[in-house]
């Protein structure tokens, strides 16, 4: 497999420094500033091909396991909002469980998704929370994104993401979460941190895999 073309920046930061980290059917590259781990660009699936492994996912929106699992964003993250937060989830496939579960609480939450809900107007408004569970990952150019998701929120306004945090060469190795084809980026408790500080976010770890995230609001 031919290294990884020097031209090529981290897609979250755009450093241009980085190192081959592990290496299987695909490459992967880990950034030396914000400790991203990105796959090779020309390891990506086509668009087709990648709609065709999302629309193998079977989330049901009432199916009781998976609200359990949503949970686990979902809960922490009510508690820290005020009665009546309007949300946007971010990325929220063919089954919007976690937005049907933040409606039934009391909040108002509305979606977005490029391939499942795609209403780009949504994604010009401000919200008091946005979520994006398990969505992270698949994101090609992360940097934009990340920005994306920072000027959809209020100030003071709370910022919810679930994805697997990647660990060492080791753990990396043997990890299920980098055999999806549609995985892509894989982001550590490192690289949360290093994103809060450079943006003045407030940060929180929840459990193994879900991170809060405050922006501040206007001094």
């Not at 009510?78 to 089954?95: E, H, I, Q, T, V």
Request: glycine content about 6%; aromatic content about 14%; charged content about 20%.
């Amino acid at each position: 497999m031919p290294p990884l073309s020097l031209s090529v920046c981290c897609p979250l930061c755009a450093a241009p420094d980085h190192s081959l980290f592990y290496q299987d059917h695909r490459a992967y590259y880990q950034c030396a500033r914000c400790r991203l781990i990105f796959v090779d660009p020309a390891a990506r699936l086509t668009q087709n091909a990648e709609k065709a492994e999302y629309d193998l996912h079977q989330n049901d929106a009432q199916d009781a396991g998976y609200r359990r699992f949503l949970s686990r964003l979902a809960s922490p993250l009510m508690a820290r909002l005020g009665a009546g937060s309007k949300g946007l989830d971010f990325g929220c496939g063919p089954g919007p469980a976690l937005a049907a579960m933040f409606n039934e609480a009391g909040f108002t939450v509305t979606t977005y998704d490029p391939y499942y809900a795609d209403y780009p107007e949504r994604l010009q408004q401000q919200y008091d929370f946005v979520t994006c569970t398990e969505a992270i990952e698949h994101f090609y150019q992360p940097g934009r994104e990340w920005q994306r998701l920072l000027t959809m929120l209020k100030p003071g306004g709370w910022l919810g993401i679930m994805t697997k945090l990647a660990r060492d060469q080791a753990a990396f190795a043997t990890w299920h979460y980098k055999q999806d084809p549609t995985h892509v980026c894989f982001f550590s408790r490192d690289t949360f941190m290093w994103l809060a500080e450079r943006d003045g976010l407030g940060i929180e770890f929840i459990g193994a895999d879900v991170i809060l995230l405050h922006k501040p609001e206007l001094l």
